[in-house]
């Protein structure tokens, strides 16, 4: 009894010592504003789940599903490098609370619609067109603001770790509640709570304390200058410019599964929307998998590798899962798929953060990586539901998987060539001796 007390003792010590070690534990600042918007991301992914069964459940048609996924996210493409622009200009206390009141309000629109019977497939592109809006200022904001809320630069990778970690634990939570909440008390529930869920963040953003200097010289510029600068400095930094290039592949081919899962759902496993709920809560269950693994790394050294193996593993896991029917295979390789997919973005957000030193640049090169995110993937709905719809959903994921595969190829053969360039800034930082 005695030995197990002192083997737990130890365990906890050990546990305590990590938390301890992370800057955004260290630092109250950055906890609550972290802690808060993985809050808001559990309201924003259980809407974004109630939103898809809700269209297929209206529709019974992948291509209107793809069509819905595309409308909410298809702003990103045209107004985010733009955004990037404004956001080393504007105040990001302001830029954040105001997403997140709109995000209030639009979520209580679905929830009046939806309660009073008037929701309908055109209501929710409209409303959706209008989330994506939000988006494409509020998540690009939120990616800037962590990096100027650590006191040490080193501690970049770390704090981006944590806030990758906790928003995959909200992703995590969310289907698997969702799921519950959509089979007994139907989608309304979910935008309600997706409202209430903004209120911890809006509390974390009037408390936070961020550097709010703005770049004067830029402001000086015209918005086509300052874009055309961002452009062409994440085109020339060999680096930036592959991880964008692999971002856009794993967006466009893989990262659209979760719009198929409708679909795969209710047609290969013959489910309803538990079975979408187990699937989505597997996903997301590997997602936290890969937050826990790149926190425990504490640094961004390698990183360019964990990319290349975990793209590659997704394709392979999705291919495998294209060909499976029954619902214990599918729920261990959708674990796989959430697992490595996660790891591959958040590697590449993490990355990108850390080796980004031009700091007047960061709002713009920021923009530039969440339109990759926020601009690609609506057109990866689009046509997967278009695919899905010709040739079935199964044989869509088996056609991602197969193209992240050969993704990983062109990747690989860069990794020489982008380490040469992010060693320097790595030993400026402290972090190569």
């Known amino acids: 009894m005695l030995k197990q007390n002192r083997t737990s003792f130890k365990k906890s010590n050990k546990i305590v010592a990590f938390l301890e070690a992370l800057p955004a534990i260290k630092s109250p600042n950055l906890a609550c504003f972290v802690i808060g918007e993985s809050l808001s991301f559990f309201g924003s992914w259980m809407t974004q789940i109630a939103l898809v069964w809700m269209v297929y459940q209206l529709t019974n048609s992948p291509m209107l599903v793809g069509i819905a996924g595309f409308t909410n996210q298809a702003m990103g493409l045209v107004i985010t490098p733009i955004i990037g622009v404004l956001l080393d200009r504007w105040n990001l206390r302001y830029v954040l609370l105001t997403t997140q009141i709109v995000s209030i309000f639009l979520s209580l629109l679905l929830t009046f619609l939806t309660v009073s019977n008037h929701i309908n497939f055109i209501a929710i592109i409209i409303i959706g067109t209008l989330q994506g809006i939000v988006k494409a200022f509020d998540l690009p904001a939120r990616q800037v603001t962590i990096p100027r809320l650590v006191e040490n630069r080193s501690d970049t990778y770390s704090a981006m770790a944590v806030h990758s970690f906790l928003i995959n634990t909200a992703k995590f939570v ?43 010289e830029s402001s000086s510029k015209k918005i086509w200058h300052n874009l055309k600068e961002g452009f062409i400095f994440a085109y020339n930094f060999t680096p930036i410019k592959f991880i964008l290039i692999l971002q856009i592949i794993v967006c466009f081919m893989a990262m659209t599964y979760i719009n198929m899962m ?117 057109f990866g709905n689009l046509f997967f539901g278009g695919l899905a719809n010709y040739i079935g959903v199964d044989n869509a994921l088996l056609f991602g998987g197969i193209c ?10 860069q990794l020489s060539n982008i380490r040469k360039l992010v060693n320097p800034i790595y030993q400026e930082m402290g972090l190569l001796s």
């Open 262 to 378: 409708p679909i795969f759902a209710k047609e290969v496993l013959k489910g309803n929307a538990e079975t979408m709920g187990f699937l989505m809560t597997a996903t997301a269950f590997g997602s936290i998998f890969s937050g826990i693994y790149l926190m425990q790394r504490k640094q961004a050294i390698g990183l360019e590798k964990v990319m290349a193996i975990s793209t590659l593993v997704l394709g392979l896991s999705l291919i495998l899962f294209s060909r499976s029917t029954q619902l214990e295979i599918c729920l261990v390789l959708i674990f796989i798929v959430g697992l490595t997919n996660t790891l591959t973005l958040a590697s590449i957000s993490n990355f990108l953060q850390v080796i980004l030193v031009e700091e007047d640049k960061r709002g713009r090169v920021t923009s530039i990586f969440m339109t990759t995110f926020l601009g690609i993937l609506p």
């Open 174 to 216: 969310s289907p698997m509640i969702g799921g519950l909440m959509i089979a007994k008390n139907g989608a309304a529930s979910c935008f309600l709570v997706d409202a209430i869920s903004y209120l911890p963040f809006i509390s974390a953003i009037l408390t936070m304390k961020i550097n709010l200097s703005i770049n004067t």
């Open 404 to 413: 992240c595969i050969l993704g990983t190829y062109f990747f690989a053969r």
